[in-house]
């Protein structure tokens, strides 16, 4: 079965300044989804971004960017400008590309913002 | 407004009973899926469902059950099997490429 490894338990950023979520898998699949979610603490799971693998542009919303490493299967978030509003949970999920079922979550990094 | 419904939102079970918790999507989504999540922890599949009348096991399914009678609806039973089902439950959609939608989830506590 697919792995996500989110290795950050927790992380803090000052307002405003830019911080970066690391998340791994372990797939032998050449076509997948990779997605970032956030948790605020209503505990409602959010879509921040996603990146289809057979795409080398990384994906971008807003404040939010990843770099997506697919030689080294690695799939990080860069929050720009943080805000106090950016505090929560972020999960890391992977998902194939042909097949509904495998929605596979990391255990979750929880970001601080600091005034 | 298109979107997913769990209920109910807070759920209590006595030791020895079953209990059904409720999942609806009007995304017209083919797919639905069930996790669980333990306190400081990730989500765990449970069930999932890609089309009617099918469905397959998670990496938990243990002490679990589930129907999908429906496009529509996705219901999860915690049966009495399930030794430590306190934790707080999520239901989510998808269709076949994109991201899944999650609904608001039920806390499950046993008394």
């Known amino acids: 079965a697919q792995t996500v490894t989110q290795s950050q338990p927790e992380m803090s950023v000052q307002e405003a300044e830019t911080v970066t979520l690391s998340c791994t898998y372990d797939t032998s699949e050449s076509d997948y989804y990779l997605f970032w979610y956030k948790q605020p603490p209503s505990r409602q799971m959010i879509l921040v971004i996603r990146q289809e693998a057979y795409k080398q542009q990384n994906a971008t919303e807003n404040r939010f960017s990843v770099n997506f490493q697919k030689a080294a299967k690695s799939f990080s978030l860069k929050i720009s400008d943080s805000q106090l509003g950016d505090a929560a949970m972020y999960f890391c999920?992977?998902?194939?590309?042909?097949?509904?079922?495998?929605?596979?979550f990391g255990a979750g990094t929880r970001l601080t913002v600091k005034p | 407004d298109g979107g997913i419904t769990q209920s109910p939102k807070y759920l209590f079970r006595k030791e020895g009973q079953n209990v059904t918790l409720s999942c609806e999507q009007n995304l017209n989504h083919d797919a639905m899926y069930w996790y669980r999540q333990d306190p400081g922890q990730g989500l765990r599949l449970i069930y999932y469902?890609?089309?009617?009348?099918?469905?397959q096991k998670g990496d938990i399914a243990e002490g679990y059950s589930v129907s999908r009678e429906k496009k529509e609806s996705f219901p999860l039973t915690v049966t009495s099997a399930q030794k430590n089902p306190t934790a707080f439950y999520l239901c989510a959609s998808s269709t076949e490429q994109g991201a899944a939608f999650f609904g608001p989830g039920t806390r499950l506590t046993v008394l």
């Open positions: 469902s890609q089309i009617v009348n099918d469905f």
């Open positions: 999920a992977y998902r194939r590309a042909y097949n509904n079922n495998d929605m596979r």
